[in-house]
């Protein structure tokens, strides 16, 4: 199992794929593991007590045994890859969940989806 942590995320959202290549780039030093949702066994599920929808409906970030999503997640990425730290506190508000709330349920609509699975490689 990966020691680094693994942001996972909808591997055939348009928004979502775009966000993991950039922090890809930005990612200099691999401190993270990309992991699209729908590769995700029923191990992951069951131990984090997630169904598929809603692993696929935001993105989650997990750290050791515990996991963050939505916008704590991105907020705990933005910690982890600088320069973005000092946007960290303004990600962890009630106004940003709600935003990237009613992002992700449009996101399909607003950005369109992949045909295919997006994987990672390195």
């Given at each position: 199992m ?5 942001l ?11 966000a ?63 320069p ?39």
């Amino acid at each position: 199992m990966s020691k680094k942590p693994r942001l996972i995320f909808d591997g055939i959202c348009n928004l979502c794929t775009t966000a993991v290549r950039v922090l890809y780039v930005l990612d200099r030093e691999r401190r993270l593991e990309y992991v699209p949702s729908q590769l995700l066994g029923a191990r992951t599920h069951r131990r984090f007590g997630l169904s598929e929808a809603r692993l696929q409906g935001q993105m989650h970030l997990i750290q050791g045994n515990s996991i963050v999503n939505g916008s704590a997640a991105i907020a705990a990425l933005c910690e982890l890859l600088t320069p973005f730290h000092l946007m960290s506190q303004l990600l962890r508000t009630p106004q940003a969940e709600r935003l990237y709330g009613w992002v992700a349920g449009r996101r399909y609509r607003l950005f369109g989806c992949r045909g295919t699975c997006y994987v990672v490689r390195e």
